[in-house]
């Protein structure tokens, strides 16, 4: 019997350890290392809150302390107020090296009033260049929003408050590279792009409003983590106790409806339509996906 129970113990325990290693939440404390700009970067309020700021002599940055290789990343962001021109509030997934892989969200800042441009992009052995760009159907100054991305073998979606606004589809199959061999950390950073931010350049910050500031909190990595070589997921006690949904997930019909209304009143940029970019022929994932 006490060996019975002993087992029962040991195997709730490898359990315990199989979801801790397959997704991490909350305390910015363990969670991130600050990386760049000095007392820019702050945790506050115990490790809930983080906030980045730029000013005219810096920006400032975060990095996760964990990769991950495939999985849902969640983060609320509350942005900055006011006239915010020339900033970039950039939060992404990206892997090291020139041939890197990186999903991308970029948050352009904008003049009082007017609205913030959402700049995605996807990179697949170091090669961009398929950005989609959205105004948002809220003020994102105003409060904490929730922007996410899920990151699986099928697909990418850019979610905003669990709506999504891009879906790219894995199309390996017609020859298209897909993220899907490196781990990829979480970064996050406040800085000054005011030659290309703001109409392309033409509006430049204004550092009397400065300094700016961005706040984050509820980061949540529902993920498998890599580390020496190998994926957590790989443990097959995980996909029993966690939340991996993301792992197949796609869009429902309701998901589908959602995407159709944001890039039919939100979206102001799309590769796949700027038919002068490309005048040899749009890029091959354009033309059979569904989403673009």
């Not at 363990?30 to 970067?41: K, Y």
């Not at 957590?232 to 995980?238: G, H, Q, R």
Request: hydrophobic share 35%.
């Amino acid at each position: 019997m006490e060996i019975y129970v002993f087992s029962v113990l040991v195997f709730l325990l490898s359990l315990f350890m199989a979801s801790f290693m397959a997704a991490s939440a909350g305390n910015f404390n363990q969670e991130v290392d600050l990386t760049w700009g000095g007392d820019r970067a702050k945790i506050l309020s115990g490790g809930n809150v983080l906030s980045l700021t730029l000013d005219k002599v810096c920006g400032s940055g975060f990095q996760s302390k964990s990769e991950y290789l495939f999985g849902r990343i969640d983060m609320q962001i509350k942005l900055v107020g006011g006239n915010s021109a020339g900033s970039v509030t950039a939060y992404y997934l990206s892997s090291e090296g020139p041939y890197h892989d990186e999903i991308d969200f970029e948050f352009l800042g904008n003049l009082s009033g007017e609205p913030y441009t959402v700049h995605t992009n996807v990179y697949t052995q170091g090669k961009g260049d398929r950005e989609q760009q959205f105004h948002l159907w809220f003020d994102p100054t105003k409060d904490f929003h929730l922007y996410s991305v899920v990151w699986n073998h099928q697909r990418i979606i850019f979610l905003v408050d669990d709506t999504p606004i891009r879906v790219y589809e894995n199309q390996e199959s017609i020859g298209v590279p897909f993220p899907k061999n490196q781990p990829m950390k979480l970064y996050s950073s406040l800085w000054n792009a005011d030659q290309w931010a703001t109409r392309g350049g033409l509006v430049k910050a204004d550092w009397t409003k400065a300094p700016f500031t961005a706040y984050y909190r509820n980061f949540k990595a529902n993920a498998c983590l890599w580390s020496s070589g190998s994926s957590s997921c790989s443990l097959k006690t995980t996909s029993s106790i966690t939340n991996n949904a993301w792992q197949t997930q796609g869009l429902d019909s309701t998901g589908r409806r959602s995407l159709r209304w944001v890039q039919k009143y939100y979206m102001i940029y799309n590769y796949c339509t700027d038919y002068k970019r490309f005048p040899m022929g749009r890029p091959r994932e354009c033309r059979l996906s569904k989403h673009f």
